[in-house]
């Protein structure tokens, strides 16, 4: 019997969970099996599927000077923010998203009007809290660190008027896209201020596995002085992973914040780099 995907997003998320516990300490790959209660050899074909390299690879990854590695090696300057194309679909970036953005009119209505679906779903990453109008995800949540309740009111509070319906069923083929177990794209419809938009789409121009800084964000949608203004945008992007806020670090190496928590910034540019290496 075919085993879920919902199956395999769990079983990846407490293995990143237990390997995140060791504090940079490889886990040796019987230990990790054991404490999923898989055999050795399933467990690891079931992690390197989804991360795209084998547990222990992938351990070689998430160590605490990533970041500064990255950044040494992988990192992005940003020739301009209209480069990634508002309007445009295609491939912005290795997820390939549809991208869209609502009219500065719709944000102050402060979603008046917009029914807003929304719906837990397992990922690589730890429970997910996905919203979705009928033009794409608008939210994405991770509940690992900061906890399911304050997740949903996190999310809840960016669109206060919009109509919030319950519906997983009707967002669980967007959560396979968005977290790659589906070829189909994952659409994106953007609910921010227009200087927010500008900022996350300058985002998208930031390839998988690579990074850039507050700095050359600022620097890329014309207003250089705007650091402290790029990285509070850069925090209340609402759609996390797909518009990749966790490329953006400070131009020391530090991680920087994250809205979700450090440990699921640490793991996502951890999974990019690893990959993106597979590859």
Known sequence: MTEPEGYHYAVIA??????????????????LARALNMSPAHFQRVFTRWVG?????????????????LLEERHTVLDAADGA???????????????????????ARAGEGLRIHWGWSDSPFGPALLMATDRGI???????????????????????????????MMLRPLALSAFGASADPAPVFAIGAPFQIKVWEALLAI???????????????GNPR??????TAVG??????????????????????????LPIKRALLAWEAARSDAG
């Open 14 to 31: 407490r293995a990143l969970r237990l390997i995140d516990a060791e504090g940079g300490t490889a886990m040796p790959l019987d230990d």
């Open 53 to 69: 390299v084998s547990p222990k690879r992938y351990q070689q990854y998430l160590t605490l000077d990533l970041a500064k590695r």
């Open 85 to 107: 194309g508002l309007s445009g679909g295609g491939r912005l970036h290795d997820l390939f998203i549809r991208w869209e953005a609502m009219s500065p009119g719709e944000f």
């Open 138 to 168: 608008c939210g994405i949540g991770f509940a690992a660190e900061t906890g399911a309740e304050a997740t949903m009111a996190d999310l809840l509070g960016r669109w206060p008027k919009a109509d919030f319906v319950e519906d997983p």
């Open 207 to 221: 390839p998988s596995g690579h990074v850039t800084t507050y700095t050359d964000l600022a620097t890329a949608i």
């Open 226 to 231: 705007a650091v402290r203004a790029v990285g």
């Open 236 to 261: 209340r992007n609402p759609v996390s992973w797909l518009i990749p806020c966790h490329r953006a670090l400070r131009k020391t190496g530090e991680l920087g914040g994250y809205h979700w928590g």
